[in-house]
């Protein structure tokens, strides 16, 4: 299929920040300090080494208003529409301008997305025809006079896309305790990894520091209903909390720190 990605090669995801909050470390502070009836009227009077102090600091609270004067914009590309139905449900601190497919077509072909449990060279196979097919009765439709916003009915969610995305710093910081979870669909930890990078690199390491999933703010799996899934993160506590320990099966690896980390107790 001519444009198409073909068996085995990955298009990796592509996350710009392209614009923030002029100077968001001392504008985060400022607001601090206004709590502290400590009004600043010029983000200058403010030392750079404190700002960062103050605003590290609310890491270690639930009360992080602060972080909603800070913006962020991003430039989201080679991703599956399956990721951008699930971007989207973040309704609150967010907004959206994605690739149209009213607009723009996909005759040549489109880049897909193959999921990493699909393995196998038959597996693979399996896929790729599907997709070839598909981009088969795209093109013919719209060759036979079929508007494109009607064409596009038949193009799978692993279609590649684009979008941008603009966060309140926030929101942002909600939406990293999830999709960084190993709760979330496999897509997620790769691109909010690039988004916290992209953060880190472009605006500042602090506000790297507040991308983490839930549990390592809490201390605890946040996750335990019955639709959750199972952690690879909580497995290897279990491993290093419980050792060789002789009462393991006993316990069924539900001593004191597994209890807290469970939510059962403290």
Not at 153 to 179: D, E, M, Q, S, W
């Amino acid at each position: 299929m001519k444009g198409a990605m073909k068996v085995g090669q990955v298009k990796e995801p592509k996350v710009t920040l392209i614009s923030w909050t002029n100077n968001p470390i001392k504008a985060i502070a400022s607001q601090l300090l206004n709590m502290q009836g400590k009004m600043v009227h010029d983000l200058n009077e403010i030392d750079e080494a404190y700002a960062i102090e103050l605003v590290r600091d609310l890491k270690r609270t639930a009360l992080a208003g602060g972080l909603e004067v800070v913006d962020v914009l991003f430039q989201i590309e080679n991703v599956p529409r399956a990721l951008t139905h699930q971007l989207v449900r973040t309704r609150v601190g967010a907004t959206y301008h994605q690739e149209s497919l009213r607009f723009t077509t996909r005759e040549d072909g489109f880049d897909y997305d193959m999921g990493a449990t699909i393995k196998t060279a038959e597996q693979a196979e399996m896929f790729a025809d599907a997709m070839d097919d598909l981009a088969d009765v795209y093109a013919a439709l719209v060759k036979s006079g079929v508007s494109m916003e009607d064409a596009r009915g038949v193009l799978p969610i692993a279609t590649l896309t684009k979008v941008g995305v603009k966060y309140n710093f926030k929101t942002l910081v909600h939406c990293g305790h999830v999709r960084l979870c190993y709760q979330s669909q496999g897509h997620w930890r790769p691109i909010f990894n690039k988004i916290k990078q992209e953060i880190e690199t472009k605006i500042h390491p602090v506000l790297g520091e507040f991308l983490a999933p839930i549990c390592d703010f809490t201390g605890r799996c946040e996750y335990k209903g019955i639709f959750d899934r199972k952690c690879p993160k909580e497995q290897k506590l279990i491993a290093d909390t419980c050792g060789d320990c002789r009462y393991c099966g006993e316990c069924q690896g539900m001593c004191a720190a597994l209890k807290k980390f469970h939510r059962l107790e403290g």
